[in-house]
């Protein structure tokens, strides 16, 4: 999961097994989250985004899962690629709405 | 899709310059924001813009300013770099209204020697 800290987590999967990266996040008032996927050497990349009204949302080949009563959001990444190695972190909107606060992120290697 | 482009991928300056970083945003949203990203503490954000002509500071604004005299273009000023501002410098937007999500460039890793 994502902490802050000097050392960012990493995760190692193989190709083709499921991915699952972890997020505690701080505010209990934020009701909007978004998972990122950052690259080498590009900005962050919006991947999906939940709202608190909601316990899961799915995409292509992803899934957000959000659990307010520990404040606890993961992403799980189906049948992981090669492409799918990055740095991932999630974001809370707090208290304000429009102003986000990021975790530091995971990283996420995929051996083929 | 939308498209926020940073004028510079890779920038060196000395202590003491004055540094402009530049980004444009292609989709006519009202917010922009600068953030700068470093090792083991995710992104901090130094200012945004919810307007033209105004501005909020962030978490972490000393050392910076902004200006947004057109609303496509939001830039970030360095009035007398330091080392301690070395770091990845990322742009984003996003439209008016709560639970939208920030799009970002990809960055201008910016040295100060």
């Known amino acids: 999961g994502e902490s802050v800290g000097l050392h960012l987590p990493t995760l190692s999967v193989q190709e083709g097994d499921n991915s699952i990266i972890n997020c505690a996040y701080s505010?209990?008032?934020?009701?909007?989250f978004i998972w990122y996927k950052q690259e080498s050497g590009k900005g962050p990349q919006f991947i999906i985004d939940?709202?608190?009204?909601?316990d899961k949302r799915q995409g292509q080949r992803v899934t957000v899962l959000l659990n307010k009563t520990v404040k606890h959001l993961s992403l799980q990444i189906a049948a992981t690629q090669p492409g799918d190695s990055a740095v991932y972190f999630c974001?809370?909107?707090?208290?304000?709405?429009?102003?986000?606060?990021f975790g530091t992120g995971t990283s996420l290697t995929v051996i083929p | 899709d939308v498209k926020v482009t940073q004028s510079s991928r890779y920038l060196v300056k000395r202590t003491g310059e004055k540094v402009f970083l530049e980004c444009v945003q292609d989709?006519?949203?009202?917010?922009m924001f600068w953030y700068r990203q470093d090792p083991g503490l995710g992104l901090r954000l130094i200012y945004f813009?919810?307007?033209?002509?105004?501005?909020e500071k962030g978490d972490i604004p000393e050392g910076y300013s902004v200006s947004r005299e057109k609303k496509e273009r939001f830039s970030l000023i360095l009035e007398s770099a330091s080392t301690n501002q070395t770091s990845m410098y990322l742009c984003?937007?996003?439209?008016?209204?709560?639970?939208?999500?920030?799009?970002f460039g990809d960055g201008t890793r910016l040295s100060i020697l």
């Open positions: 974001a809370e909107n707090g208290d304000t709405g429009n102003q986000f606060y």
């Open positions: 505010n209990s008032a934020s009701d909007y």
């Open positions: 939940i709202r608190s009204n909601m």
């Open positions: 989709m006519d949203h009202e917010n």
């Open positions: 813009s919810y307007d033209v002509k105004m501005k």
């Open positions: 984003a937007s996003n439209t008016e209204g709560s639970n939208r999500p920030q799009h």
